[in-house]
């Protein structure tokens, strides 16, 4: 019978992505994370000059933007640093605290793409009585409730780590302290632990996702019974952006998990991390710019002013 060495840890190891060409790595991340900051930065600095933007769809893209940033901030920096020093360790307390803001923004950007759906089902199903429903104390509320949920998740994940003293090993497959490679290297694996991981899952995943299909279930009704293609259309386009932002932030990730199935080696399962870790955050700005006339016009007039 083999017994396992079990260890309390001070540090971990990160091996993700170690294997490949280190300056090729510290190009790729560097570009990436600078595209989304800057590409964000211009989203929230557009919406903020622009009085025409001044609703609350654009009021939820523009805290979508600073989560990104956030979001992406919490890991590629460590990243990037990596591949300069060749340095792969970080500490217990690290580990923590980035898997702690990692599960904070990503939770965050479920809820506001939840929060921007409902904005768009009452946008559509209900126009006459939009400014009444999306009243800015109410979308001050909803990006509170965001936070407040994506807080408690964190904390959950906290509670849920700080219960795991000892572990099978303290190299992590993945180029930042993933929470679910985390509580795979425990030893322990108790009931409580378990119930509240899936009682974690069920708030920060399926209860959004839930909204927004719900919300698009709705929105594809009403545009059905629109009698003209031309009005059809017109209803559609406003919610294309989002659709688009949503399917690749979602697909993204449950590529992660069924690429984590098919083929379970932990350089795979790094790689796909870099979709929806970097690649995602950065792709938005994007989507929102290209496909939204308005979003062009802002980013034209705030170009007209600073040359």
């Known amino acids: ?120 089902f009452v946008a559509i199903c209900h126009p006459l009585h939009y400014s009444v429903f999306m009243s800015p104390c109410l979308c001050a509320l909803l990006v509170l409730m965001s936070f407040l949920v994506s807080l408690l998740d964190s904390l959950l994940h906290n509670f849920i780590a700080l219960q795991l003293t000892y572990f099978k090993n303290v190299e992590i497959a993945n180029f930042f302290c993933d929470a679910s490679q985390l509580f795979i290297l425990a030893c322990s694996d108790s009931l ?45 386009s406003t919610c294309g952006s989002h659709l688009s932002v949503v399917c690749l932030f979602y697909g993204t990730g449950f590529g992660v998990y069924i690429g984590s199935l098919v083929s379970p080696s932990p350089r795979s399962g790094a790689v796909a991390s870099v979709m929806y870790t970097a690649v995602t955050p950065m792709l938005n700005p994007f989507i929102y710019s290209l496909r939204n006339r308005d979003m062009k016009s802002a980013l034209r007039n705030l170009h007209s002013r600073t040359v």
Do not use: W
Not at 47 to 59: E, G, K, R, W
Not at 208 to 227: D, E, N, T
């Open 1 to 120: 019978m083999e017994v396992e060495n079990h260890t309390g840890a001070s540090q971990f190891i990160l091996l993700g992505l170690s294997e490949d060409p280190q300056c090729l790595l510290f190009a790729l991340f560097l570009f990436m994370y600078l595209v989304t900051v800057l590409g964000n930065l211009l989203i929230i600095l557009a919406i903020s000059a622009d009085s025409h933007l001044h609703t609350p769809m654009y009021f939820f893209l523009s805290n979508l933007s600073f989560v990104d940033i956030c979001f992406t901030s919490t890991t590629v920096p460590k990243t990037i640093v990596g591949t300069v020093t060749q340095c792969r360790v970080i500490s217990y307390v690290g580990c923590l605290t980035q898997m702690s803001l990692f599960v904070l923004f990503g939770c965050m950007d479920d809820m506001l793409l939840a929060v921007m759906a409902y904005d768009r």
């Open 192 to 236: 409580v632990s378990n119930l509240v991981r899936y009682s974690v899952v069920a708030l920060s995943i399926f209860l959004p996702v839930a909204g927004i299909f719900f919300s698009y279930f709705k929105i594809g009704s009403a545009i059905s019974r629109i009698p003209s293609s031309e009005g059809k259309y017109k209803a559609f």
